[in-house]
């Protein structure tokens, strides 16, 4: 998979983030990988669905991971950060 695929969900409109997912599959893209992680993962799932429901009712999702990340903070004390995988495809 490469890694132009991959649209990583911060603190931006939920919007910009709809259109890049739009943009990479009217730019051929057969899956995307939307990748968030802390208070950022709901709105990746906004993301998402807005794609499914509003845009491209084609495509569906293909797979979602879940995980923990431990970052270091600048104390140096280390805390976990949950993060989510979100996978679309666009059927062939």
């Known amino acids: 998979m490469a890694e132009e695929n991959v649209i990583y969900v911060g ?4 919007m910009n983030y ?16 939307i990748k968030a992680r802390g ?14 429901n509003r845009f ?6 293909k797979d979602i991971k879940i995980g923990t990340e431990e970052l270091e903070t600048e104390d ?11 996978v679309l495809e666009k059927p062939v």
């Open 39 to 52: 208070r950022a993962i709901s709105r990746a799932v906004d993301v998402a669905e807005i794609v499914r």
């Open 18 to 33: 709809v259109l890049a997912c739009i943009t990479q599959f009217n730019e051929g893209a057969n899956e995307v990988r």
């Open 56 to 61: 491209m009712p084609e495509v569906e999702v």
């Open 11 to 14: 603190n931006k409109p939920v």
């Open 76 to 86: 140096g004390e280390t805390i976990n950060v949950s993060t989510i995988e979100i």
